[in-house]
């Protein structure tokens, strides 16, 4: 099992959590960006640098991972390929994306998608990535790598 991360869009404070992960259980970690990235000197975690340009670093996950692969992604589009190849997808707030779920979040996206494009002003957006989150996706990646990846402990 791997992990790889949509790195582009990943908080800091998620790729430290990811880091100390991969530190900790020895589970390869793959950052996936088009802008060059600093990762700490670990021989399992490294990072991919992708040309620039619309879903290159998406492209280039769904084509590297394999079955039972946990990409790390906001992207919902992604994540519905990912879970198409038999992967785990994790958002960076810590929502697991799953076969069950994953159709009503490309249909509640693509409706979104369809109100900005015709003209309603959409207000708002996702709140900004606090200590819930950071606390929540560290719980969901323990619990992931208990079960398919790695020993238990933050």
């Known amino acids: 099992m791997k992990i790889w991360v949509d790195a582009d869009a990943c908080p800091g404070v998620v790729k430290e959590i990811l880091f100390r992960a991969a ?12 802008q060059p990235l600093s990762t700490p000197s670990a021989t399992n975690i490294k990072t991919l640098q992708v040309p620039g340009g619309f879903d290159v670093a998406d492209d280039e996950i769904v084509k590297r991972m394999e079955a039972g692969d946990l990409v790390i992604t906001s992207d919902i589009p992604l994540a519905a390929e990912v879970i198409a190849k038999d992967g785990h997808a994790l958002s960076p707030r810590g929502e697991m994306h799953t076969k069950e779920n994953i159709g009503a979040r490309l249909n509640m996206r693509d409706f979104l998608d369809t109100m900005r494009s015709s003209g309603v002003e959409m207000s708002g957006g996702p709140a900004a990535f606090g ?21 238990s402990g933050q």
């Open 23 to 34: 530190t900790r259980t020895g589970v390869e970690l793959t950052l996936v960006a088009n």
């Open 131 to 151: 200590q819930r989150d950071k606390q929540t996706f560290a719980n969901e990646l323990d619990r992931f790598l208990t079960k398919y990846g790695g020993p």
